[in-house]
């Protein structure tokens, strides 16, 4: 579906910050509030936004990331629904992903600790190890969202968190705030302070605090882009050095198709997620990294991401 320029640039507000009022959207898009509400809600209706959710600083929340790559065998279309399910229904994933490629399956999981998924990954090979050919796991020490800079023309804009777990200073309703907003960025001041039991001046005072704090980083669409003719990349680098480490995060932060982009420490050194027009696209870029950083990147293994059954920042 194509979209026209002022629906790029309702897009790329809410990319920027998806709780701006509907009052600013509309003086900056220069339609009436109606015309803005109505483009939402279609926009919503045709599947191309799946909802609003916020990016957090999982450090913060005393949370490390584990990411984990599968290769099936033997499994059947409702069978890897159950396994799908079963991860919705753990608690502790936050992003789950199916995939073409040398891998057919991804999640990230929030623990507090590696033993504590270790207790968790133990008893998910228990119920479906049979089904697993090969993994692969990633532990995530830095992680970098980008603004989707495809829609609009704009400078980068990217919130981070990195590292060592702390949960300090968060009470009952600081955490009972992130674990709505995780997965509900756009929810209403007066609903969001029903759902908590206090006064909404109360509730403002709490998220501006969480957001100063660097916990609540970015405030986000999820925007499905396979309906808008953009396919999904996840690429996993392996570099013979990690001294130009720097060089390649600012590439990546400038880049206007790189969406998300982490270290790793495990099986590779970087990962990173691109949504482009074409596999032509996707190639063009690759080359252009490759040549760039012929002395920093090793190898690379690209995933094409053609389904997105979760993603969610809150660990509860």
Same mark, same amino acid.
């Given at each position: 579906?194509?979209?026209?320029?002022r629906?790029?640039?309702?897009l790329?507000?809410?990319?920027?910050?998806s709780?701006?009022?509907?009052?600013?959207?509309?003086?900056?898009?220069?339609?009436?509030?109606?015309?803005?509400?109505?483009r939402?809600?279609?926009?919503e209706?045709?599947?191309?936004?799946?909802?609003?959710?916020?990016?957090?600083n999982?450090?913060?929340l005393?949370?490390?990331?584990?990411?984990?790559?599968?290769?099936?065998?033997?499994?059947?279309?409702?069978?890897?629904?159950?396994?799908?399910?079963y991860?919705?229904?753990?608690?502790?994933?936050?992003?789950?992903?199916?995939?073409?490629?040398?891998?057919?399956?991804?999640?990230?999981?929030?623990?507090?600790?590696?033993?504590?998924?270790d207790?968790?990954?133990?008893?998910?090979?228990?119920?479906?190890?049979?089904?697993?050919?090969d993994?692969?796991?990633?532990?995530?020490?830095?992680? *970098?969202?980008?603004?989707?800079k495809y829609?609009?023309?704009?400078?980068?804009?990217?919130?981070?968190?990195?590292g060592?777990?702390?949960?300090?200073?968060?009470?009952?309703?600081?955490?009972?705030?992130?674990?709505?907003?995780a997965?509900?960025?756009?929810?209403?001041?007066?609903?969001?302070?029903?759902?908590?039991?206090?006064?909404?001046?109360?509730?403002?005072?709490?998220?501006?605090?969480?957001?100063?704090?660097?916990i609540?980083q970015?405030?986000?669409?999820i925007?499905?882009?396979?309906?808008?003719?953009?396919?999904?990349y996840?690429?996993?680098?392996?570099?013979?050095?990690?001294?130009?480490?720097?060089?390649?995060?600012?590439?990546?932060?400038? *880049?206007?198709?790189v969406?998300?982009?982490?270290?790793?420490?495990g099986?590779?050194?970087?990962?990173?997620?691109?949504?482009?027009?074409?596999?032509?696209?996707?190639?063009?870029?690759?080359?252009?990294?490759?040549?760039?950083?012929?002395?920093?990147?090793?190898?690379?293994?690209?995933l094409?991401?053609?389904?997105? *059954?979760?993603?969610t920042?809150?660990?509860?």
């Amino acid at each position: 579906m194509l979209l026209d320029a002022r629906d790029r640039a309702i897009l790329d507000l809410l990319e920027t910050d998806s709780r701006t009022p509907i009052s600013h959207i509309a003086k900056k898009v220069k339609l009436s509030k109606d015309g803005i509400v109505y483009r939402i809600r279609r926009m919503e209706q045709e599947g191309i936004i799946d909802g609003f959710y916020t990016v957090l600083n999982i450090s913060k929340l005393g949370l490390v990331a584990h990411k984990v790559t599968i290769k099936f065998q033997n499994i059947d279309p409702e069978k890897e629904a159950g396994v799908i399910d079963y991860l919705e229904k753990a608690g502790i994933a936050g992003w789950i992903v199916s995939c073409d490629g040398r891998w057919d399956f991804m999640f990230i999981s929030w623990t507090r600790s590696t033993y504590e998924f270790d207790r968790f990954f133990t008893k998910f090979l228990e119920r479906y190890g049979s089904f697993i050919q090969d993994k692969e796991l990633n532990i995530m020490t830095e992680s *970098h969202s980008c603004k989707r800079k495809y829609l609009v023309s704009t400078e980068p804009e990217e919130s981070v968190y990195s590292g060592t777990p702390s949960q300090k200073d968060l009470d009952e309703v600081d955490l009972k705030l992130v674990r709505i907003m995780a997965n509900n960025s756009r929810i209403r001041l007066l609903e969001l302070a029903k759902e908590v039991g206090m006064v909404p001046d109360s509730v403002s005072r709490r998220v501006r605090s969480l957001i100063d704090r660097g916990i609540m980083q970015r405030f986000r669409p999820i925007l499905n882009t396979r309906i808008l003719g953009y396919q999904f990349y996840n690429v996993m680098v392996r570099l013979n050095t990690p001294k130009g480490l720097g060089g390649i995060f600012e590439y990546l932060r400038q *880049h206007p198709n790189v969406i998300h982009y982490s270290k790793y420490s495990g099986t590779f050194d970087l990962g990173i997620d691109v949504e482009i027009e074409s596999p032509e696209k996707f190639r063009e870029m690759m080359g252009e990294m490759k040549v760039k950083f012929s002395k920093e990147i090793r190898s690379y293994e690209p995933l094409l991401v053609y389904k997105q *059954h979760k993603i969610t920042y809150s660990p509860f």
